[in-house]
């Protein structure tokens, strides 16, 4: 029986053939290094080799030469001998689109790497015929020659950006294919914010697209365009996992399960509440280090009232388009800071694009709406006890040797946030000193500066200095100073030390009011318990809080109280009548606005966390429930005339020749306040200094006493003394200007 070999031959050279056509259809990209810069090349690549494709077609459709083309615009010769190298000499057009196609399915899934273009083609509104559509909308983001090469490919559009019809004829094989279908591709990518149409009201064949460029550096795996725009990026490793975070333990813990909770996708929002210095934004970059992504830090830009009727509660912040798919490009988790005022809403952002949960930053005021707060997932931040403001400043130090550190975490009452800040700004001032140890006055100046950096542009800062002995009081009013000062330096203490009725109703803040006339002590008495507790006093500008559109008031006390809060200061409320004032019988919508004023302000006080002062000289025009609402309030009272020679004595230089008879008369008989007295003291040393005299003379007083009184519209009691000082007529002229 004979056999004949030649149909088996036949496809056994079949099959060789088969199979050097199958290896040759596939670019080989293996010398390429792993990395997201290589990855986005070979796209780019594509998306070259596919308008080359179309370039060829049109002009075999036309009988003209390539190659007239090519040498018009020899960058394209380039691009093709790059490309050649990885592609079988001689085929077709197609064949090398289907061959770097395959080459670059088979690095990808070689590379260990995360690939922002692949995690971009997963999106439903996108995939692979989306993510065509995007790199050639972005192709002369990265050359630029190619904007004229398409301006004459779109002629007569002469637009320097590939249009939808363009697109459409790219992703086509053939010139009968047609492009019905590239909206599809398009209407994605323009909803989620990854390409644009620069002129929408074209016919939409003829829309040019844009990629962002935001969105194109993330693309191309690099973070260049976002500082401009005032975003941050923080890398994983820039946080603590959760478990290291310098929190109550209950809260680390719930830190700790969230990210399990997120991953299920049962929650899609998890807001983080605490005053803008603590460590929300720590506890944010743990829940993103869990789940490996960066961190974008967005800060709302200025948002604006909007809702029925024009409702100034609600806000809604404009971010832009492509928010999210900047954060699938970078894995990373946006993290939204809202500082919203009582009684505000914020209108939280869809993130088209996005699919993993979004993280918000808030105060204790206000609160968020929109589709994406169902279900969110909250957690507050308190404020740190005594250990874990040591942990913090042990961590901030980072080994620094520091004097007396357990007495630093003690007197400065900050949150993590803050003292990170501070402990940065201390090193740097001991090494202006040549130091290696930080000492507490170091801290205390670090502090400062922040406070100037908070609050210059909220409050007045007072200097404060003196001691208790250069207040001249009555032993009641004094006691009460001494119970406040105790109250203060105790404050954290005493909440260990309450009972069970205390349970959630007491927090750390001090409220003090100071009542009494003018000149009688009250902002001494302020300056005074600041500097003993060595802490800064600033005063409130009430012609920069009180406003007269309805809800300013309370946003600008919100951002004073707020800020004063964090940075533990003393807060002095000057002439708090003004705010403090009783509620009325509702008469008009006026009353009614004023009363809210008055009610948010006694809320604000009672949950304040630091030392506020408020001081009065008509104490019967402040609402009774804010007397009630304060810890210590202390009445100041005019000075006896004992009280007022030791307040003279404080004030006139110590080489001063005014007589002790004549200065008990001065004290006996002229009822001066403690302000007035300074007055007086001060004009006095002034008329001795323009006279040339060397020591303040009785003489001087009388003139300056005089002078208090005429200030006053009061008749001086000294007229009516019958053995007088004569003024030396020197200073006569003088005098005469002061009446």
């Known amino acids: 029986m004979t056999c004949n070999f030649r149909p088996i031959l036949k496809r056994l050279c079949q099959r060789e053939r088969n199979s050097r056509q199958v290896s040759a259809s596939v670019a080989d990209f293996s010398a390429i290094p792993y990395s997201q810069r290589g990855h986005f090349q070979l796209h780019f690549y594509a998306s070259v080799l596919r308008l080359m494709a179309y370039i060829e077609r049109m002009h075999a459709m036309g009988g003209k030469s390539l190659e007239e083309f090519f040498q018009r615009y020899p960058f394209l010769a380039h691009y093709r001998k790059e490309m050649g190298r990885y592609l079988t000499p001689g085929c077709s057009a197609v064949s090398a689109i289907r061959a770097w196609e395959a080459g670059m399915s088979t690095w990808e ?41 398409l301006a004459r490919l779109q002629e007569p559009l002469a637009t320097r950006r590939p249009t939808l019809e363009l697109a459409g004829q790219t992703l086509s094989k053939e010139p009968s294919d047609g492009h019905s279908d590239v909206w599809e591709n398009c209407c994605g990518l323009l909803r989620i914010g990854a390409i644009e149409a620069l002129n929408p009201d074209a016919p939409r064949s003829e829309w040019a697209l844009r990629v962002p460029g935001l969105v194109w550096d993330a693309a191309r795996g690099g973070m260049d365009g976002f500082p401009t725009i005032g975003w941050r990026i923080h890398p994983a490793e820039a946080f603590p996992f959760p478990q290291d975070l310098i929190l109550p333990e209950e809260l680390c813990r719930q830190i700790l399960q969230a990210p399990r909770l997120l991953e299920s996708g049962r929650t899609r929002l998890v807001v983080l509440r605490g005053s803008p210095g603590s460590d929300r934004l720590q506890a944010a970059g743990a829940l993103a280090r869990a789940g490996d992504r960066r961190v974008i830090e967005i800060a709302p830009p200025a948002g604006r009232p909007v809702g029925d009727a024009g409702d100034p509660s609600l806000r809604e912040e404009r971010y832009p388009q492509a928010v999210g798919v900047l954060c699938t490009l970078l894995k990373a988790v946006p993290v939204f ?39 969110a997932l909250t957690l507050s931040l308190p404020a740190l006890g005594p250990e874990l403001r040591l942990r913090c ?21 900050l949150p993590g946030g803050t003292i990170r800040q501070a402990a940065a700004l201390a090193v740097a001032r001991a090494g202006l000193e040549n130091r290696t140890t930080v000492r507490q006055e170091d801290v205390r100046l670090a502090t400062r500066a922040l406070n100037r950096q908070q609050l210059d542009n909220l409050a007045d800062r007072i200097d404060g200095g003196g001691t208790w002995e250069h207040l001249i009081v009555g032993g009641s009013t004094l006691g009460k100073l001494s119970e406040l000062e ?25 409220r003090a009011l100071f009542s009494g006339s003018s000149g009688t002590g009250k902002t001494l008495a302020a300056r005074i318990l600041a500097a003993e507790l060595g802490m800064d006093l600033y005063r409130v500008d009430l012609a920069s809080v009180i406003n007269k559109y309805i809800g300013e008031t309370e946003k600008n006390l ?36 004023a009363n809210l004023e008055t009610n948010y302000l006694l809320q604000r006080l009672e949950s304040y966390n630091g030392i506020i002062l408020v001081t009065t000289n008509a104490a019967q025009n402040i609402d009774s429930a804010f007397q009630r609402r304060m810890d210590v309030v202390v009445h100041f009272v005019p000075p006896t005339a004992d009280e007022r020679w030791e307040i003279w004595q404080l004030h006139l230089p110590e080489d001063h020749a005014v007589g002790v008879d004549y200065l008990t008369e001065i004290s006996t008989r ?41 200030k006053a519209g009061a008749v001086c009691p000294l007229d009516s003394v019958v053995d007088q000082p004569v003024l030396a007529p020197q200073f006569d002229d003088f005098q005469s200007l002061l009446s």
Request: proline share 4%; hydrophobic share 45%; net charge negative.
């Open 109 to 149: 899934a070689d590379c260990p790497l995360r690939l922002p273009l692949v995690a971009l083609a997963r999106l439903d509104a996108v995939g692979p015929r989306g993510l065509a559509v995007f790199l050639l909308a972005g192709i002369v983001e990265e050359d630029s020659r190619f904007g004229t090469l």
């Open 486 to 510: 105790q109250r203060c330096r105790h404050r954290e203490r005493l909440l260990d030390r309450l009972g069970p009725a205390f349970a959630g109703s007491a927090n750390r803040g001090v």
């Open 670 to 710: 002229c009822d001066l306040t403690g302000g007035q007295i300074r007055n007086a003291a001060l004009l006095a040393a002034l008329l001795a200094v323009e006279e040339g005299s060397a020591v303040v003379q009785d003489r001087h007083l009388e003139a300056a006493v005089r002078a208090e009184y005429r």
């Open 337 to 375: 800071t809202f500082d919203l005022a009582p009684g505000e809403t914020a209108l939280m952002p869809n993130l088209p694009g996005y699919e993993w949960p979004v993280i918000a930053l808030m105060g204790r005021e206000g609160g968020l709406s929109g589709e994406l707060t169902k279900g």
């Open 393 to 413: 400043w042990q961590a901030a130090f980072m080994g620094t040797a520091v004097e007396r550190l357990e007495e630093i975490a003690e007197r400065f009452l």
């Open 558 to 593: 919100h951002r004073v109280l707020s800020r004063a809060e964090e940075m533990d200061i003393v807060l002095l409320l000057d002439e708090g009548d003004a705010l403090l004032g009783s509620r009325t019988e509702v008469k008009s919508s006026n009353d009614r606005y």
